[in-house]
């Protein structure tokens, strides 16, 4: 779970339920990085609700701030819910991408020819 989280509002109040619900989804994001970086991760979210003659339009941003990167994500919708969701899953392939570029291929085959020599 990230612990450095916060979470703005811009023209709208956060109820307990759209804080919890982002907290449990963006959250538990960091699963998705390397253990190392995990301690150093700090995130922020900012949620947006503007009002038109015709329809609400909601906006999410993460903003995550990792060692060698910021990474930015941003959506907008109808539905504050959706675009959290939408949100995640982007962010989701852009640490996938993150821990890919930075993590060393050598050490994963150290550890499998140490598994396969046990076996």
Same mark, same amino acid.
């Given at each position: 779970?990230? =612990?450095?989280?916060?979470?703005?509002? %811009?023209?709208? +109040?956060? +109820?307990?339920?759209?804080?919890?619900?982002?907290?449990? $989804?963006? *959250? #538990?994001?960091?699963?998705?990085? /390397?253990?190392?970086?995990?301690?150093?991760?700090?995130?922020?979210?900012?949620?947006?609700? +503007? $009002?038109? &003659?015709?329809? &609400?339009?909601? =906006?999410?941003?993460?903003?995550?701030?990792? /060692?060698?990167?910021? %990474?930015?994500?941003? +959506?907008?919708?109808?539905?504050?819910?959706?675009?959290?969701?939408?949100?995640?899953? $982007?962010?989701?392939? #852009?640490?996938?991408?993150? &821990?890919?570029?930075?993590?060393? /291929? $050598?050490?994963?085959?150290?550890?499998?020819? *140490? %598994?396969?020599? &046990?076996?």
């Amino acid at each position: 779970m990230i =612990t450095r989280l916060e979470i703005t509002s %811009i023209h709208m +109040e956060i +109820e307990d339920n759209l804080r919890h619900y982002v907290t449990k $989804k963006i *959250g #538990q994001c960091d699963r998705f990085l /390397p253990h190392r970086i995990r301690t150093s991760l700090h995130a922020d979210i900012t949620l947006k609700e +503007e $009002k038109s &003659k015709e329809r &609400k339009i909601c =906006t999410c941003e993460v903003v995550m701030y990792l /060692p060698h990167e910021v %990474i930015t994500t941003t +959506e907008s919708t109808i539905n504050m819910y959706a675009a959290i969701d939408i949100v995640e899953s $982007k962010l989701i392939n #852009q640490l996938r991408k993150y &821990k890919a570029m930075h993590t060393s /291929p $050598k050490l994963y085959r150290r550890v499998l020819a *140490g %598994i396969k020599h &046990k076996s």
